[in-house]
């Protein structure tokens, strides 16, 4: 009773009077009945920065539609088209037409502009609009926003504010503040289903755009894990990332963007290794180099192959609860003939590259190797700039998450082949479902929160997360990286899934999933990344009836090819939710010049059968908590 005395004491500080918290309540009840604001989920986004900033611009066509619904047959199809590229790079497009403006031009577009933005704002408390305004105009967009042009002399001060804005010369800038400002509206919360790293060139910018974004939340991918592991101090993660990074020929992010010196990598590289046809980075267009410095990268990517190698099987000893002996394969080789024995089979390597391996300790380092390991992981503890981003995915992101009635995971929840929830026994307990996935989340804070200490248990389990058998994020059997490069028989290249992915497709599996994770509504869904969705295969993202959803399309460009498109997001507002398959994204110049967006094509998945408010929402049982927390300090003021 004095402890809840105390806390309505507290509440009534800060709220000052009666009169104030009566009006908070009355705030708080009407914000509980506007509709629900639209959440965005992306995922997959592989440092493809231009693509995925593309799509925060035009908030996966839903700047298109608001356009549509506001000009439907006032504007034609070419003036929304130029209006939407406008909207989404205003900068540019302002420079790009300067020519051809004018003040009738500034007059109707602001007008244009407004309009827009009191629609896409309906939804919305005038105070939180208010919080989304540009600062530097935010008076006169109000004053704009709130004008009645049935009111003559009210027409008259507004075209007033208008000229003075044109006699001032900041038409522009209000446009660009109007543009940005729309949208802000559309989209009220972005998900990330995972995996922003890797694979594409600008992993860095996706997380600035992402810091600055003004609501979102992460859940981690296999690929999060392994660059939040280098900065938690995983020697074997940071060997995977400098790896993968030389494979798609993007070192640049690790050396120029997080101020990381790969020179003693390149040093001792180049001591040891030779060209080596499958260790040649994979390049694109964009991705290029000179043939001296994709020799330098081939040379890398060896070093790093083989150190990573190294250390598994270090690791694979260390930790016998992992049931990963059968990955030690640099102690499997025969390096009397260069072969090995796996499953019964014994297949010829090619393009080795063990000059540094010794056949009688195939995992031991040698001193030289020891340094270098030590001397690049100090390098990943201390960049700031690693840092500051990996702290951001550690604070907006988890293992999975529950909101508004979904189930949001990047990879799966492993699962035995009778649909039974598949168990990870470690330290004498044994971890499934849901636990399996706190136990996951629990032991990567800690490990992160001790970047100093490199082999303990938490910190090896990032390394699981990547690639063990009962890893959530990963949901495969075995990650054949050793075959794929030494072995040509792509039999040995298969990684077998999970379980859950046959199962997935089935409305009970579904169903049991989400009650493992506490949802039990009829209108849940289950949202997940990591596996692309090949559309040229006839492959669809809508499973198990509706009910499972998956949206990794793959923005990744090097995995276009496969996939067929280049991504899908989801949409989920009041009125249900819509998949988006994208087309690949062009350029930035496309879209100025030619009014080109990433076409893309909209399936509802399912409409529920009541309109959804605040009130139905995750935000909004916290806010029946204010309310009813309010209502008890009204009472107890009264009493
Ligand atoms: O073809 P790459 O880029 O070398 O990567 C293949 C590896 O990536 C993985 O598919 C994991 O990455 P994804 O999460 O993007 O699928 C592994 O299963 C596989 O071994
Ligand atoms: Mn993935």
Redesign the pocket.
């Known amino acids: 009773m004095i402890e809840q005395n105390k806390y309505l004491d507290l509440l009534y500080k800060q709220h000052g009077s009666k009169e104030n918290i009566i009006s908070e309540i009355i705030n708080l009840k009407a914000i509980q009945n506007l509709p629900k604001g639209t959440e965005h989920f992306v995922s997959?986004l592989?440092g493809e920065f231009n693509a995925f900033q593309h799509l925060l611009r035009n908030g996966s066509g839903n700047v298109k539609e608001k356009i549509n619904e506001v000009f439907n047959n006032e504007l034609t199809h070419d003036e929304k088209q130029t209006l939407a590229s406008l909207i989404y790079y205003p900068e540019q497009k302002l420079k790009h037409i300067e020519k051809q403006i004018n003040t009738d031009w500034y007059r109707q577009t602001i007008d244009q502009l407004v309009r827009l933005i009191k629609f896409s704002a309906s939804k919305y408390t005038r105070s939180k609009l208010r919080k989304s305004l540009p600062k530097r105009f935010s008076y006169i967009i109000e004053e704009l926003l709130y004008q009645v042009k049935s009111n003559a002399d009210k027409e008259e001060y507004y075209n007033q504010i208008i000229s003075d804005v044109l006699t001032l010369k900041q038409g522009n800038a209000l446009i660009i503040d109007l543009c940005y400002t729309i949208q802000r509206l559309v989209v009220d919360h972005l998900h990330v289903v995972g995996?922003i790293y890797d694979?594409g060139p600008e992993p860095d910018k996706i997380i600035d755009a992402l810091i600055n974004y003004h609501s979102v939340d992460i859940q981690w991918?296999?690929?999060d894990i392994i660059w939040i592991g280098a900065a938690a101090g995983s020697p074997l993660c940071m060997m995977n990332i400098i790896r993968?990074s030389a494979?798609y020929n993007n070192l640049d992010i690790i050396e120029d963007t997080y101020g990381i010196n790969l020179r003693p990598l390149l040093t001792y590289a180049e001591k040891y290794y030779l060209d080596n046809p499958m260790f040649r980075p994979k390049t694109t267009p964009e991705t290029t180099s000179s043939n001296e410095e994709i020799l330098e990268t081939t040379k890398m990517h060896q070093a790093a192959a083989i150190l990573q190698f190294k250390l598994e099987e270090q690791l694979v000893s260390r930790r016998q609860e992992f049931n990963m002996d059968h990955r030690k394969l640099l102690t499997t080789v025969d390096y009397t003939d260069l072969s090995i024995h796996l499953k019964g089979k014994k297949y010829a390597l090619t393009n080795t590259c063990f000059m540094t391996v010794d056949p009688n300790n195939p995992a031991k380092l040698t001193v030289e190797e020891e340094e270098i390991i030590e001397r690049l992981m100090q390098n990943f503890i201390h960049s700031e700039k690693l840092k500051r981003h990996t702290d951001f995915l550690v604070k907006k992101g988890n293992m999975y998450l529950v909101y508004n009635d979904n189930l949001l995971i990047h990879g799966c929840v492993p699962l035995n082949q009778d649909g039974s929830l598949k168990a990870f026994h470690i330290n004498g307990h044994s971890y499934k479902g849901k636990y399996l996935l706190d136990f996951f989340e629990t032991s990567l804070r800690r490990a992160y929160a001790n970047p100093h200490s490199h082999n303990d248990i938490d910190t090896d389990l990032l390394w699981y997360l990547w690639s063990g058998e009962n890893s959530s994020l990963?949901g495969?059997k075995e990650?054949?990286?050793f075959e794929r490069y030494f072995i040509e028989d792509k039999e040995t290249h298969v990684?077998e899934k999970n379980a859950y992915y046959k199962l997935r497709e089935r409305q009970e599996t579904i169903a049991f999933i989400l009650s493992e994770f506490g949802l039990h509504k009829e209108d849940s869904h289950l949202i997940n990344g990591?596996?692309p969705v090949k559309e040229i295969k006839g492959e669809t993202p809508i499973k198990a009836g509706g009910k499972m959803l998956v949206i990794d399309g793959g923005f990744s460009k090097p995995y276009q090819k496969t996939t067929g498109i280049a991504g899908y997001t989801l949409l989920y507002n009041s009125y249900g939710m819509q998949l988006v398959a994208h087309k690949p994204f062009s350029s930035i110049e496309d879209v100025i010049l030619q009014n080109d967006d990433i076409a893309s094509i909209k399936r509802i998945v399912d409409r529920p059968v009541e309109r959804k408010y605040v009130r139905d929402t995750t935000i909004g049982a916290s806010l029946q908590e204010q309310i009813n927390d309010l209502n008890k300090l009204l009472n107890y003021l009264t009493y």
């Open positions: 997959d592989h995996d694979r991918g296999n690929h993968i494979r990963f495969k990650m054949t990286t990684e990591h596996t």
